[in-house]
């Protein structure tokens, strides 16, 4: 959980005057909203009653064989949830008992650990780089360790912004393979590529040479940065055996995901989705490039940041070890920009000189000024060199 005192800051960011880089939510002017109320009415119309009903479980077929199909795996393979958050929420359900260890990378997506905690897990940071985990740290932490899960956002990752690479990737899968433990492959960005080559899932790697019965890598997607968060519809998808799991956990956690939403993303597979995720690339291709530049002119030097090829974020390390982002916050509102501090996105060892900028939802001129505000900010408390307290 984020302290109380991020909380109270961050209300602040709700001033018209600050710009916010702290933001996690995709960009709203891009939602379809014509092409959702255009398909919510067809479903209306045609399907009315059955859009209204209580549906299965599992979610709706059309939707969870479109799925399938793009994975080359059966739908009996994929589950839908409400968000990818309830996905994290029923895995944890089912797959974690009380000192079980979770291995996650360090930071992580603060929701999972969220998510996790309730099931009283053991969390132990695995060693990361600027590519992302790094495979043969993983591999001698493991020696001394009876890990049963590792939870990973290889692709254009929250908070980092970074990938990991494919030989990376293959290496990761060996190693969980060897040793016995499953991957929890969280992609709710994989479709927002703004540069570079695809790289493939661990997902696919994973399913071009198992049995769907012997997988050890349980995928998650999501429609909340393609589409709309709104909507709360995503999918898990993995070994069988899970996924009949899930649907025990998933009934009784909420019988089902919405039919009516599910319905109207099945309206709009393929044409408006491909259109939608064409769109979102360009725009956030742009705004993390005019974002870069900004950072690389009028950051202090010394200071660095990612420099990601797709998703929502990047993140930033300031030279002085002893420095404390939680605290510079208020003085960056005084400022008036904000943004998020690291601290809450690692498990156990945090790293106080870090912190997390979206791009995503800011004008050119916002991020310009914004950074030009951060900059000056982050030289100030470098001159002074002593710790800000709170
Ligand atoms: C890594 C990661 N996983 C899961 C989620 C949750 O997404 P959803 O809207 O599908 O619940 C997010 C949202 O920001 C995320 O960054």
């Known amino acids: ?16 005057e600050v710009i916010s880089f702290a933001g996690g939510l995709p960009a709203p002017e891009l939602f379809p909203i014509e092409e959702i109320k255009n398909a919510a009415d067809r479903v209306l119309t045609d399907h009315g009653p059955a859009a209204l009903q209580y549906s299965t479980t599992e979610g709706h077929l059309p939707l969870r064989n479109w799925i399938a199909e793009r994975s080359r795996i059966s739908p009996d393979m994929v589950q839908i949830t409400s968000g990818s958050q309830q996905g994290l929420d029923l895995l944890g359900r089912v797959l974690i008992d009380p000192g079980d ?12 650990l969220q998510a996790f905690a309730p099931y009283a897990p053991r969390f132990v940071e695995v060693a990361t780089d600027d590519d992302g985990i790094v495979p ?4 001698d932490q493991l020696a001394g360790l009876d890990a049963k899960l590792l939870y990973t956002i290889p692709t254009f990752q929250n908070p980092t912004g970074r990938t990991l690479p494919l030989a990376r990737r293959e290496a990761l899968l060996e190693i969980t393979r060897r040793r016995g433990v499953t991957i929890i492959e969280d992609g709710p960005y994989n479709e927002l590529r703004f540069r570079g080559g695809e790289v493939e899932t661990i997902f696919e790697l994973a399913r071009r040479d198992s049995s769907p019965d012997e997988l050890n890598v349980i995928m998650l997607g999501t429609f909340s940065k393609v589409l709309a968060p709104g909507l709360r519809d995503a999918w898990v998808q ?53 974002m870069i530049d900004a950072v690389a002119r009028k950051l202090p030097e010394g200071v660095t940041c990612t420099n990601p090829e797709g998703g929502m974020f990047c993140w930033v390390t300031l030279p002085d070890e002893t420095i404390d982002t939680e605290p510079m916050l208020a ?7 904000a943004y998020v501090p690291g601290r809450p996105f690692y498990a156990t060892g945090a790293r106080s000189n870090t912190l997390r900028l979206s791009y995503v939802t800011s004008t050119e001129e ?20 002593v710790p800000a307290r709170l």
């Open 1 to 16: 959980m984020t302290s109380s005192a991020i909380r109270e800051i961050l209300k602040i960011t709700q001033r018209p």
């Open 366 to 385: 916002q991020i310009r000024t914004g950074i030009d505000a951060l900059g000056a900010v982050i030289a100030d408390r470098l001159s002074r060199g």
């Open 331 to 337: 003085e960056a509102v005084d400022r008036n920009v």
């Open 101 to 112: 260890v979770v291995l996650v990378e360090s930071p992580t997506y603060l929701g999972a």
């Open 136 to 139: 043969e740290a993983l591999d």
């Open 238 to 290: 993995g070994p069988r055996h899970v996924i009949d799991k899930l649907v025990q956990a998933k009934q009784a956690a909420d019988l089902h995901s919405p039919t009516l939403n599910q319905m109207i993303i099945t309206e709009l597979l393929d044409d408006v989705l491909t259109n939608q995720i064409k769109i979102i690339r360009e725009a956030y291709g742009q705004r993390a490039a005019i």
